[in-house]
């Protein structure tokens, strides 16, 4: 700052400052808008993650329902011999 101030310095003063504010704001604001898009991306690959597992889950247990009943014998039907 200049030894002799003046009316016109004391304004460029408070204007520097307020340049400053508004700035450290605009860079407080950027952030919180790039945390608030993370938080959102997060959450939406979360559920696209659930749904994966859901799905993979259910085809597992289709798959061993048909290798259960692949494994369980059925009764084989016995003919009777006919006397000729």
């Not at 704001?25 to 959450?43: A, D, F, H, P, Y």
């Amino acid at each position: 700052m200049p030894e002799r101030v003046n009316a016109q310095s004391v304004w460029v003063q408070r204007l520097q400052n307020l340049e400053e504010a508004a700035s450290g704001i605009e860079m407080i604001t950027g952030e919180i808008l790039q945390i608030t898009e993370n938080v959102n991306e997060i959450k939406k690959q979360t559920d696209e993650f659930n749904k994966e597992i859901r799905g993979q889950s259910s085809n597992i247990e289709e798959r061993e329902n048909i290798e259960k009943g692949d494994s369980q014998t059925s009764a084989i039907p016995v003919e009777k011999e006919r006397s000729a």
